[in-house]
């Protein structure tokens, strides 16, 4: 009975959270206040990078240092389609660039599981610190050929002229393109939500608990782990492609192993497995950039006191700490 009035409780927290993400836009759009439209969509794009990974470390354990390869990666295909479908050249075997956003997506996910399956394949032989800096390693391999790659921007990136088109909406109008944004959050939530009341979800937390007592029972460890990690690659990517659109500009700082720590750090907040943790740890993260940026450059400080605190205190994160020790809700 307890646990139950756990989860109805963490279900009504998850409400609340996606109903404020949802309102706030609203409110800004009346007032004239698009910047906090913009805040919240960059909520709502880190929510969907951290969900990735969340299904990675949250279901399946595996700490990745390397998912910064992956939300780079859709970054660049979505500035790199639209680069070419500006410029007209040739993309590759004749192929045309394009600055439609649903070909974007479908580019970005296709390539960041492609490498997701490459990267796993061998990270996955590995367990531990070994997994982690492995996954890091070809994270900064990615990072380093972005860089010095000069016919997409190399250090300086690549800009986007203007962001890609969706049909039946203008993406350029901060509302709209919030709007698709927590459409996409909330559909991957609810694939999130899917795959870990599957038997493949079943299976993946259980290679996480026991890996030993699952291939005693026939299931591979291996393959259900590097399925969970291909998925999660895919979802990271979409993100990125995302994230590329919202500020019309690609940066080789997407690929940074800072951005691998920022994701892992948003599902510690949120907290790690659960449902809407994601969405949680990225509201609190990005609200404390805005209110103690303003007042220090060295607001990272603080958020690495509350980050102790969690650590310490709150191992369910913010969810946790309001619903209950209920690991998932």
């Known amino acids: 009975m307890r646990n139950m009035m756990i989860l109805n409780r963490e279900n009504l927290i998850n409400l609340i959270l996606a109903a404020m993400l949802l ?17 919240a969509t960059r909520i709502a794009i880190l929510a969907l990078a951290a969900t990735g990974l969340n299904l990675a470390l949250g279901l399946g354990g595996l700490i990745s240092f390397g998912h910064a390869a992956f939300f780079g990666i859709g970054g660049y295909a979505a500035g790199i389609l639209a680069s070419h479908s500006f410029s007209g050249d040739p993309l590759l075997f004749g192929l045309s660039g394009t600055n439609q956003m649903w070909i974007v997506w479908i580019v970005a996910v296709a390539v960041a599981g492609l490498v997701g399956l490459a990267i796993g394949a061998i990270s996955l032989r590995t367990s531990g610190v070994y997994f982690i800096m492995i996954t890091l390693a070809f994270a900064q391999m990615v990072y380093y050929f972005a860089i010095s790659w000069p016919a997409y921007g190399g250090e300086d990136g690549l800009s986007m002229t203007v962001r890609n088109q969706l049909p039946g909406v203008m993406t350029m109008r901060p509302l709209n393109y919030f709007l698709i944004c ?10 999130f939500a899917l795959i870990r009341a599957s038997r493949f979800g079943a299976a993946l937390q259980s290679a996480r608990q026991n890996d030993v007592r699952v291939a005693t029972v026939g299931i591979n460890p291996y393959r259900i782990r590097l399925t969970g990690f291909a998925i999660s690659a895919m979802i990271t990517g979409l993100a990125g492609a995302l994230f590329a659109d919202l500020n019309r500009f690609v940066s080789p700082s997407m690929l940074s192993w800072h951005m691998s720590g920022e994701l892992i750090v948003l599902i510690i907040l949120g907290g790690t497995g659960r449902l809407f943790g994601p969405l949680a740890g990225a509201a609190l993260y990005v609200i404390l950039e805005y209110t103690l940026g303003g007042f220090t450059e060295r607001w990272q400080f603080f958020l690495g006191l509350i980050l102790l605190g969690v650590v310490l205190f709150a191992r369910g994160g913010l969810l946790g700490l309001l619903a209950g020790k209920a690991r998932h809700g």
């Open 182 to 191: 927590y459409v996409v959050l909330m559909v991957v939530i609810g694939l």
């Open 23 to 39: 309102a706030v836009p609203f409110a800004a759009n009346a007032f004239g206040q698009p910047f906090y439209i913009t805040l």
